[in-house]
Structure formats: structure tokens, C-alpha cells
């Protein structure tokens, strides 16, 4: 984790930021955090156990500022919060995402599979392509003998 930090705090200073206790902070809160998907509330909670002085505010302005300079991605998995996860060293693209509609488990696919319709919207539609996030919604493999008709879930909130 320590390498992790030095090469944040090391990103932030090449954009003449600083490090400060507070952003530190945070920062462990999501590399502690890794696998998971976190809120801004949810990290400020885990922030705030450790260190109890620091605000929410500081806490969204630090989760800003980490996601401005592409050190984290801000994710929607449409349910109306915004998550946020770690960039993948050296990828070239955003990983993808499986989310069950029943339980809300969000799943990661690792592998860019997307290579081939990047190159067909290139060529075919003359567009620029600088990124891309694909998600999946529908009913994970730890569900599929509880849901009787994954239809029925579509458009459905996740409890």
C-alpha cells in the first residue's frame, strides 16, 4: 500500500498538488477499499472512524480532485449514487461491470473484450474513440436459482 501512496502523492505533485492528511486519508480509506465500490459517504464514514476532523466536504473535494486527474473513476451503476474506484495501472480502458439486479452485487470484468467493435465505430462512424464503460445488469451467478423470472427485475430496485 505504501508504494500505492508515494505514487499518488508523486501524481498529485506533478500537478502541483499536495498530499495533506486529509487527502492521505482518503486515499488509504480506497486502497483499503479496493474491491469495493464506494460512495463519497461511504468513504467519508471510513474516514471519519479514523480520522474524525475531517469534513464531508473535504472528503468530496478530495474524491473531486483524485477523479480530475483520472487517479480514480467516478461510476454510475444508474441506481442515482456515484461510486468510485481506483484507475487500473497502465490500462488502456475502463474495466467493465456486472451488476445483479436481485442482490446488487457489482462484479468486475477485467478483460477488454470490446476491442473489435472499437475499431467498427472508428472506421464506420468516423468517431474518435478515447474510452469506453460497458455494464451488464441482470441477475449474478449467486442468484440465479433464487430469481424464478429474471424478466421481472428489469427496471427494478435493487434491496
Known amino acids: 500500500m505504501e508504494d500505492r501512496v508515494s505514487q499518488i502523492k508523486q501524481q498529485l505533485s ?8 486529509q ?12 474491491e469495493e465500490h464506494l460512495s463519497a459517504e461511504d468513504v467519508y464514514l471510513l474516514v471519519k472512524e479514523k480520522s474524525p476532523e475531517i469534513g464531508l466536504a473535504t472528503v468530496y473535494r ?38 445483479c439486479l436481485h442482490c446488487g452485487t457489482v462484479d468486475e470484468i477485467v478483460d477488454d473484450w470490446l476491442g473489435e ?10 468517431f474518435y474513440i478515447v474510452d469506453h464503460r460497458l455494464t451488464f445488469h ?9 430469481v424464478k423470472d429474471p424478466g421481472k427485475l428489469v427496471g427494478a430496485k435493487v434491496t
Open 62 to 99: 478530495t474524491l473531486e480532485l483524485l477523479s480530475e486527474l483520472s487517479i480514480i473513476h467516478k461510476l454510475n451503476f444508474g441506481d442515482g449514487v456515484t461510486r468510485y474506484e481506483f484507475r487500473a495501472e497502465g490500462a488502456e480502458h475502463h474495466h467493465h461491470h456486472l451488476i
Open 117 to 126: 467493435v472499437e475499431e467498427r465505430v472508428e472506421r464506420e462512424l468516423n
Open 14 to 21: 506533478s500537478h502541483s498538488y499536495k498530499l495533506t492528511p
Open 23 to 34: 487527502r492521505e486519508a482518503t486515499v488509504r480509506v480506497l486502497l483499503e477499499n479496493e
Open 138 to 146: 441482470g441477475v449474478c451467478h449467486r442468484c440465479k436459482d433464487l
